[in-house]
């Protein structure tokens, strides 16, 4: 029987399309996934290219996928505080926040980044599940006065060290005064946007959230490609090299409903507040699991074999299989070959008492015929090292994005107003 290696990805009126989706093809879409129910743009023909294109230029993706929950009300600060696992009450209007949130047994839902907009007027930028459904759910039990709706704006994300060059000139010199992970607001040829400096490289960037981005998100997308014209713009996918290389987590793979905060390591302890005095769903089951200690971790590992694929190029169908002792015991959930670091790494979950610095396993890295089948390929040597791989303290999206865009190249491509 024959197996057809690249079958092609339907098109067709039952998934969603994102409010770019007919701007994003012009530019070469090669692959599709699925995200939120919605048509995803994967990468354009090069994943390699467009890793360069991100760590030495600038570049524009289409995002989306990543739907606009908006919770409002009298009672939206109290409500959105019960969803997330941190404390919101140190969270400003004009500031984002990484956030998880958990369910009953501290399982993780999902990792938006959360805007607040207003006292009590928020929006979580949601990674891939059906968190509206979740949050009405729980709204209809917590007898609080809140309005849950999707918000009908789509963000696109501006990445790379030229990206505060271009955003300078779209929108004036002020998209230098934004902090990392604050946001403010803009009109722009009459599109109400808000821009935050934020992104999923571990680069200097920005998200766009066009308002009403059923009307407007084509005609922002081109006013970014026009202001982009000077300084070599290009469209790529979602960069998961430079993802995984900053230990940048992906739902449905490094985390999902049955991964709990306290398994990620990484640092994100800081992520759940059991002190405080507000209570969060999951808040007991979370305590119960710190006071006992995660039995997995998500590691960083350095693997061996041949050069990996990109991970967003279909290379990786599935999970690998990681082996300590003859038994398995884990699993890589990303990995990549990095081209920096002329390295395979990758994330993996693995028994908490194996997760320590210069453990080693073999890895199935091959494509295997059914779910619980080995490839019968040579497994390869892994070694556990520390994450993220590069830039663990996130100095570089931190930094002055001054310090990468000279005030003379580009002129102003539009006014905009605050």
Known sequence: MTVNPNPHMLLYPR???????????????????????????RHYGDPIAEYWALLEGVTLWDVGVERQIEISGPDAFDFTNL??????????????????????????LNDPVLLRLEENRFWLSLADS????????????????????????GPVQVQGPKSYALMRD???????????????????DGIDITVSRTGYTGEIGYEIYVHHASRDAERLWDLVWEAGAPHGLQVI????????????????????????PFEVGMGYDWMVDLDQEADFVGKQALRRIKAEGPR??????????APLGSYNDGSMIDAFPVHHDGDVVGKVTSACWSPRLEQNIGLALVPAELAELGTTFTVDTGERPGALLPSGQDL???????KPFIDPTKEQPKSDPRAFGDASDGAAASTPSH
Request: charged share 20%; glycine share 10%.
């Open 15 to 41: 998934i969603r399309k994102s409010p770019f989706f007919y701007a994003s093809p012009r530019h070469g879409v090669q692959m599709y996934s699925v995200y939120n129910h919605t048509y995803h743009p």
């Open 83 to 108: 969803l997330v696992t941190r404390d919101l009450s140190t969270c400003k209007v004009g500031q984002c926040k990484y956030v998880f949130l958990t369910d009953q047994h501290g399982g993780i």
């Open 130 to 153: 059906d968190i509206l459904l979740w949050a009405r759910g729980v709204a209809s039990h917590a007898g609080m006065d809140v309005r849950i709706e999707e918000a009908d704006v």
């Open 170 to 188: 779209l929108l004036g010199d002020s998209v230098a005064d934004i902090r990392y992970y604050y946001l403010h607001d803009y009109t722009i």
């Open 237 to 260: 996918g979602p960069c998961h090299i430079r993802r995984i290389e900053g230990g940048m987590l992906a739902h449905g793979a490094d985390i999902t409903v049955d991964t709990n």
């Open 296 to 305: 997995r971790k998500l590691v960083g590992l350095e693997i061996g074999g």
């Open 380 to 386: 390869v040597e892994a070694v556990v090292v520390p």
